[in-house]
């Protein structure tokens, strides 16, 4: 935090004086004298994990993965059964959280290894702008370049991540101790300045410890396989891999609560717990089914949420900078956003339905990886309602996953498909005589419209578009989803294709070499390199 912003702090909590700003808790000012208690503005604590899909944790009835960290979250405030993400791929979904925008709102910010708009507006500078101190650890806004477009201040405030854990950690887990980063932030902050923080933890991302799952005592019938994998036991293996990558998170969100406990925060702290979107598996991550963009969701927020509440309303990621915000006391509509305040869901005392308007979320895909040729994306816009999920694909022509001709810039080919495990066994030429229509449905080709009914086919397998009794539902799914793509004017529905132009800024491995602003000198070099660290 530098001085100006420390003043600019000062200045807002001093205007503000008394004003009634829906904090929770009263509390002295922290000055001397006989002043009332000024009432503050709460905390906001905002967890987000790295490819984490619903329901893997124990709040949602899932025994296999132990969360008790979401579990406390969820049992002492409210639970969410229908949360999205904005898009299933690591920057363009952090770029929703932090503008209120879908992706096709967001510019070169809406694609993996992107750059921000100079003119993107986001809740964290406006937070900042208003006297909070605003921090992060671990994965902020990444992978991409946050500066090459021309905004030049850090879209999540100041980085701490000097903490390491102290003892070694398992393969593809993160050095860094969030809990301990966290606690550095909030010594540094300026006293009684309300904060935010984003703790960006890795995990589960790849690369994952292989054979930790089983090496842990977890049991290969643990394990729940989707309709759309081989039940075998490699890919088993692989699903109790992930889960422990979920527990290591959830662990370090334990210590995280613990030190805000201790701080004496804890109470005038709202706290989020999510995920930025689907298990880095086939057909799940960088995909609109569920497995990619349905999100675990937990918000403790002490004398304003209710505790022990399950909210089955349809909520979007990009409503959380309208939350933000209003819980800030400040105007909710950052410009150009679509997404709308959770408030009035978090402080009603109903569970079920809140809000009946709430029915449906959007979710879109541009692009991840670079794997295909001349930059081409696999732009999909799908429309989820309580019982269908409607998907459009724009270009059905090319392979959703980039398909087996071309080395994408993670060095492999399907790039759109992180290497793992269950990739290498999809991939094995015996696999696609003896699983055929799991590897049609992981790595074929699509329509160009899919449509499916969720409650008897919650793995969305069996695309309706051609069954007479769905032909009502799906021609008002179409009309819709058409409606509010229009509404919101996004170029794809428009035929235009900006996206495939946008410089992917990746710096590192031969994935470099796909990179425009670099020098062709530089690119060549990048070629002769091997794979990144998967971001
Ligand atoms: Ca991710």
Sequence with gaps: MTEAQTRRGFLYRAAVGTATLGAAALTNSGCSGNKPPT?????????????WSFPHAGAYGDAAVKTPAFDRIAREGALFTHSFCASPSCTPSRTSILSGRPIYKAGEAGVLYGTFPKDLSLFTHALEDSGYCVGHTAKGWLPGNPTAGGMTRPP????????????????????????????DFLAARPQNAPFFFWLGSTEPHRIYAKGAGIANGKKLTDAKVPAYWPDVEEIR???????????????????????????GELENTLVVMTSDNGLPFPRAKVNLYDAGVRMPLAIRWPGRVAPGRTVHDFVSHTDFAATFLEAAGLPTQLPGSTGQSLLPILTSAKSGTVEAHRDFVVTALERHTICRPDGGTYPMRALRTRDYLYIRNFEPERWPTG???????????????????????????????THTREYEL?????????????PSDPDQVRNLVHADTAAAELSRHRDRLEAILKGDGDPRIEGKDPWKDYIYYQTTGYGASFNLSLSEEERNQAAGRGSHKPE
């Design 237 to 263: 293996s692989d699903i109790l891999d992930y889960y422990m990558e979920i527990e290591w998170f959830d662990q370090q969100v334990a210590r995280t609560l613990d030190i805000l406990e201790r701080s």
């Design 403 to 433: 398909g087996p001709d071309f080395v994408s810039s993670n060095k492999t080919f399907h790039g759109d498909v992180d290497a793992c495990p269950t990739k290498d066994f999809f991939l094995e030429p015996a696999t696609k005589e």
């Design 156 to 183: 999540i405030g100041k980085p701490f991540q000097d903490r390491k854990h102290q003892e070694p950690v398992r393969v593809g887990i993160d050095e860094r101790d969030y809990a301990a980063n966290f606690n």
């Design 39 to 51: 009432p503050r503005r709460p905390n906001i604590l905002f967890i987000l994990a790295d490819d």
């Design 442 to 454: 992981c790595f074929g080709k699509r329509p160009a419209e899919e449509f499916y009914h969720v």
